[in-house]
């Protein structure tokens, strides 16, 4: 099953002594646990990706401002690959911490665990990296202070993240490249596929009004907002292409209607 856990973690985890003997804490490290309500879930009780999302965007922000100093902004947050799902009832603990900062740009790593209270079982539910940027202010853009990696795992993050940063500002570039470059499948080779869906139909599009309970306390929109309306879209769009389409037609009217009560 999806949400048994297949990477138990120990529940306390270990502190980090240092050579000297000092007991050390980052301090750009944010932890935030949230028990899953039924508001929480999608239509099939299991926590929504959109809210997950969210929430792990206002903790990294928190960690991200904690090094800073002053306001930050998500600029972008990595693949991420949900390994499990998460029930009502059950915790979500998310931990987040600055690997490193580079001119007004830092990344921040993401730890997402689930925890069954009844249990005391503790499993790992996805990793992130997100990159946070320093708001300009009237003087121009910040210089952020560096990050001094302490323990080895640290040391491990600081460099990877290095390296992930490059791959990431190239990204952007090779998939241009990619547009560019490759022929579209024939209709042909796509009626190969028996039951295909025409593409249109999977089309979704929501619109949405910014109102507060969407903004963060800069009194901006926030980004794990934007990423839940989106996931939210891509959530119907990929029922489109199931044969039972007369139900996620009902989905979206529901979603439609929504929106109206908003307004
Ligand atoms: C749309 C929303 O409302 S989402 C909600 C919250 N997020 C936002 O509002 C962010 C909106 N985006 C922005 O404001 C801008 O695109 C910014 C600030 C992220 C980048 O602006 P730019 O004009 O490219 O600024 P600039 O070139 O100075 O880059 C600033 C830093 O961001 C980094 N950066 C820019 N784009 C990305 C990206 N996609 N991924 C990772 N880092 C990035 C740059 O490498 C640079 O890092 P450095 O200062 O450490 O060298």
């Known amino acids: 099953m999806a949400n048994e856990p297949r990477d138990p973690m120990p529940l306390e985890e270990p502190m980090f002594i240092l050579g000297n003997g000092e007991v050390y804490r980052n301090q ?7 028990i899953v309500l039924p508001c929480h879930a999608n239509y099939c009780g299991e926590l929504s990706a959109g809210q997950l999302l969210k929430w792990m965007d206002s903790t990294a922000c928190l960690s ?10 998500t600029a972008s947050v990595d693949d991420i690959h949900f390994e499990t799902t998460i029930g009502v009832g059950q915790v979500v603990n998310i931990t987040a911490k600055v690997n490193r900062a580079f001119t007004s740009s830092m990344e921040v790593g993401i730890l997402v665990s689930c925890e069954d209270l009844f249990s005391d079982r503790q499993w790992k539910v996805c990793h992130a990296f997100a990159t946070f940027v320093a ?11 560096q990050v001094i990696p302490r323990t080895q795992a640290e040391q491990m993050e600081y460099s990877l993240a290095a390296e992930r940063r490059r791959m990431r500002l190239i990204h952007a570039e090779i998939i241009n490249d990619l547009l560019s470059s490759c022929s579209s499948q024939t209709v042909s080779e796509c009626l190969d596929y028996q039951e295909a869906v025409p593409a249109e139909r999977t089309r979704v599009e929501s619109v949405e009004l910014v109102l507060p309970p969407h903004a963060n306390h800069q009194v901006s929109t926030f980004g794990g907002q934007i990423m839940a309306w989106m996931e ?18 009902m989905y979206i009217f529901l979603i439609l209607d929504l929106f109206i009560i908003f307004v």
Do not use: D, F, P, W
């Open 28 to 34: 750009t490290e944010i932890k935030m646990s949230q």
């Open 64 to 73: 991200a401002e904690r090094h800073a100093g002053c306001s930050c902004i």
């Open 135 to 145: 708001r300009r202010t009237e003087a121009g853009k910040v210089q952020l202070k």
């Open 232 to 249: 939210n879209v891509a959530t119907i769009s990929a029922r489109c292409t199931y044969k039972k389409y007369n139900i996620y037609k």
